[in-house]
């Protein structure tokens, strides 16, 4: 039957083959029909003919000194070759005598040689050989791996019998090179690795998992660091994450020791949307004992702080010590040992036990849902209240409530009420659906009663009303996106305003309130100029307190005591400086001169300004007088008995304009005095003789016209002793007698600038 079936194959596969007749050393392709040899593929097959042997390899042309992948057959001057497609009859035939063969035959090579009849047969990642023959004698072929004889077939034909064949399997596995056979197993103990070739003839590679180490005895142990730093998680797997909120998060639990969990505690540090390690926190015996590992090297059993050095101290089974770096602690756990370290920025752990284990919370998949992980310490006690009695008897799900209570206090401190909102938002709902009112819930969450917070004032849109202190009072407190510019830069208002004459400095009142300053103690340097709220800003939009003042510094000392901090905030503006305009008067005759009649006197009257004391510079047109320059003025006269009467100098002022009483006028001299207001004004032989003299400095109007006109009314006295002379000292005013005196006389000087 199998004659036939040859026959019958072969007339299949000649219609394809152009030269099924081999006769010389050829290589063949067999792509159509790849061999996986032993675990190796080839698409193609060399043929060296000689009259000793027929040899097929797969990797090359036969060489004895090279591995060569080869069947050895007897010689032959010429071969048959053709390449067979498959049929079950044959398939059932080779896994009849070759049960090790389970992939399903795909084609197969026949090969012909004088003697005997090959067969290689394709099992996908198998193989077989089959060989045959009715020739009379024996018959050997050699399989070759490597260049090693792995099976030699015998064949033994008598003569008239039947024909004799043999099957051989032909699978395995390489593995660098090395021959594994079918189902063999080798292992390196100094690795782990063990290669296994499976039935399918796979080579598979086991060794250590990724956590785990081995142990040079062949077994392979747990041995994995998971890293937390800044707000990252690179967990036992090499897997990275980041937290998000400032909450706390299961780094480790091992579900075969409940009593030991590390946990890991984020808080913001320069920015809030970045959270940072900041404390890590190891849960022993239930979680009855907390050490936490703190800042600056801190150590906390539950509450009590721990004095640590380099030597190591027992706390519950765990070994805590302290080196400059950080601080490690060391926890063995029935089979496990787990080795903690913190530095106030980075922790670490070490964990070493035995192969195989399921590790829990970030460190043992970091990828798993963030909130799966999550603990909030306090809030998880009071958002999950929401699960207890009273909150029990409202019907509505408080699962959304607790998880917004959880999310939003792990993005946010419990400031102002936060916690009790949720649970506030809780009852409301509950009484307005099923009118319940849940029995003093408040004193079992210690939430207080909402008030109305910063009734007394009304904070700006800038500003929102919170807690100062927890419970406590309250007060406007700056909005984070409104104060972030000014504290960006350490500010606490917007740069000063310059004017040319003024500079305004504006500080924001919830800044100055979040660093204690009292606005109303603040002053410039002169003490009267007080910090005050600007109510037209402070009514529309926002707080500011304005300063307005050329001078900018703060004095709080004044009132005897203080409970304010030194504030100093210098401000400056750079002016540019302001023209200054000198006003030089000219006078616009040097002296006048005036006759006068008066009852029996006829005289003449001289009024004449001079630059010094002595009365030598006399002032004339070309002289320039500056304002503030000190002027004496004299008033003589001439033809008067010096023995009878005293000239007097009642009066003198100032106008802008010619007419001694027209516009603004300024006295110098009133009533025989020096005006007492002008401390510049000096009065010298008043009533004495027949000339005095007076001096001032000199002044303009303010805004008023470049002209300036000196006037003075003078009188004649008749001497009587000394009666002619005013004291000005104000303490005896001693009356004229109105008859000592004549008829006034006035005269005028006139200036312009
Ligand atoms: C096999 O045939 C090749 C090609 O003709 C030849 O180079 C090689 O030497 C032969 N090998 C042997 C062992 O004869
Ligand atoms: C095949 O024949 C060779 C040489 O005669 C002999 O060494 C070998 O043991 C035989 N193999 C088997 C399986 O009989
Ligand atoms: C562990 O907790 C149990 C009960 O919670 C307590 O009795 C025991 O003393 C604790 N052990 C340690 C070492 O704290
Ligand atoms: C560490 O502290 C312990 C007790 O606090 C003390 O006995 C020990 O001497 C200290 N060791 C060192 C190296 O300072
Ligand atoms: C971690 O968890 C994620 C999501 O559940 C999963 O896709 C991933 O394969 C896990 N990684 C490891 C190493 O177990
Ligand atoms: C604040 O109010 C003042 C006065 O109404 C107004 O001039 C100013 O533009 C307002 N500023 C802002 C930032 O709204
Ligand atoms: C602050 O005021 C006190 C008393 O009024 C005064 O002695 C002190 O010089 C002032 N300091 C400054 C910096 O103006």
Redesign the pocket.
């Known amino acids: 039957m199998l004659r036939l079936l040859l026959l019958l194959s072969a007339a299949i596969a000649l219609s394809g083959a152009d030269l099924p007749w081999i006769t010389t050393n050829s290589e063949l392709d067999i792509s159509s029909c790849p061999i996986t040899y032993f675990g190796q593929k080839y698409e193609r097959f060399y043929v060296n003919l000689t009259s000793e042997n027929v040899v097929i390899c797969f990797n090359g042309y036969y060489d004895p000194q090279n591995k060569g992948d080869c069947l050895v057959g007897p010689g032959a001057a010429m071969i048959f070759f053709l390449i067979g497609i498959k049929y079950s009859a044959l398939e059932s035939l080779f896994k009849e005598r070759l049960p090790t063969i389970s992939n399903s035959l795909e084609c197969y090579l026949e090969i012909q040689l004088s003697s005997i009849t090959v067969q290689v047969a394709d099992f996908e990642s198998q193989a077989a050989l089959y060989v045959a023959t009715s020739s009379q004698g024996t018959w050997h072929t050699d399989v070759l791996v490597d260049g090693n004889k792995v099976s030699t077939v015998n064949l033994t034909a008598a003569a008239g019998s039947s024909r004799t064949r043999r099957f051989v399997d032909l699978s395995g596995c390489r593995h660098s090179g090395v021959l594994f056979w079918p189902g063999e197993v080798r292992s390196d103990p100094d690795t782990c690795v063990s290669l296994n070739c499976f039935e399918t003839e796979v080579l598979q590679t086991s060794t250590c998992g990724p956590l785990e180490r081995c142990q040079g005895n062949g077994i392979c142990s747990l041995d994995t660091i998971c890293t937390v730093t800044g707000p990252a998680v690179i967990d036992f797997h090499g897997q990275q994450n980041s937290v998000k909120d400032r909450c706390s998060y299961s780094l480790l639990r091992i579900p075969s020791v409940p009593d030991f969990q590390v946990l890991a505690n984020f808080q913001e540090r320069r920015r809030k949307d970045v959270s940072f390690l900041d404390s890590v926190t190891l849960r022993l015996n239930g979680s009855s004992v907390h050490i936490h590992l703190k800042q600056g090297g801190r150590v906390l059993l539950d509450d009590s702080a721990l004095t640590l050095n380099s030597s190591v101290q027992t706390v519950h089974g765990v070994k805590l010590s302290k080196d400059q770096t950080g601080v490690t602690a060391k926890a063995s756990l029935s089979n496990f040992k787990a080795s903690v370290y913190f530095d106030g920025s980075t922790g670490q752990i070490h964990l070493e036990g035995p192969a195989g284990q399921s590790l829990h919370g970030l460190c043992g998949n970091s990828s798993t849902s963030l909130s799966k992980e999550r603990l909030f310490e306090d809030s998880s006690t009071s958002c999950n209240l929401l699960k207890e009695a009273p909150f029990s008897s409202c019907d509505i799900d408080p699962e959304p409530y607790i998880t917004a209570c959880i999310d939003t206090l792990c993005s946010y401190s419990d400031l102002d009420h936060l916690r009790c909102q949720f649970l506030e938002a809780y009852a409301r709902a509950c009484s307005l659906k099923s009118d319940t009112t849940l029995q003093d819930w408040r004193s079992k969450a210690d939430c207080s009663r909402p008030e109305a917070f910063c009734q007394d004032r009304t904070c700006s849109d800038h500003e929102f009303c919170g807690e100062k202190t927890a419970g406590g009072e309250t007060r406007c407190f700056c909005r984070a996106i409104f104060a972030s510019k000014y504290r960006k830069i350490n500010s606490l208002g917007d740069p000063p305003v310059c004017s040319q004459n003024s500079a305004s400095l504006s500080l924001v009142g919830c800044l100055l309130e979040d660093k204690g300053i009292d606005y109303s103690v603040l002053q410039l340097?002169e003490?009267t100029c007080r910090g005050q709220i600007d109510k037209q800003t402070h009514m529309n939009n926002n707080s500011q307190v304005l300063y307005k003042n050329t001078i900018m510094?703060q004095?709080l000392?004044?009132g005897g005591i203080t409970r304010q901090d030194q504030v100093y905030i210098d401000f400056s503006c750079i002016q540019t400086q302001p023209d200054i305009q000198t006003v030089v008067f000219r006078i616009k005759s040097s002296s006048v001169v005036q006759v006068i009649s008066s009852g029996p006197w006829r005289y003449s009257l001289t009024m004449k300004a001079y630059t010094d004391p002595s009365r030598t510079q006399a002032v004339d047109s070309n002289t320039e007088v500056r304002l503030n320059q000190k002027i004496w003025v004299e008033l003589d006269t001439d033809g008067l008995d010096e023995k009878l009467v005293a000239v007097v100098t009642d009066s003198c002022w100032a106008t802008d304009q010619a007419s001694p009483t027209g516009g603004r006028k300024y006295y110098l001299i009133k009533n025989g005095c020096p005006n007492s207001e002008d401390q510049t004004v000096r009065v010298k032989g008043n009533g004495k003789g027949t000339s005095n003299y007076f001096s001032f400095n000199m002044f303009r109007f303010t805004g008023s016209s470049a002209e300036l006109y000196l006037h003075c009314k003078l009188q004649l006295c008749v001497k009587q002793e000394n009666s002619c002379v005013k004291n000005c000292d104000g303490a005896r005013k001693r009356r004229f007698a109105r008859s000592n005196y004549e008829a006034a006389a006035f005269i005028s000087m006139a200036w312009t600038t």
């Open positions: 340097k003490p510094s004095n000392s004044s």
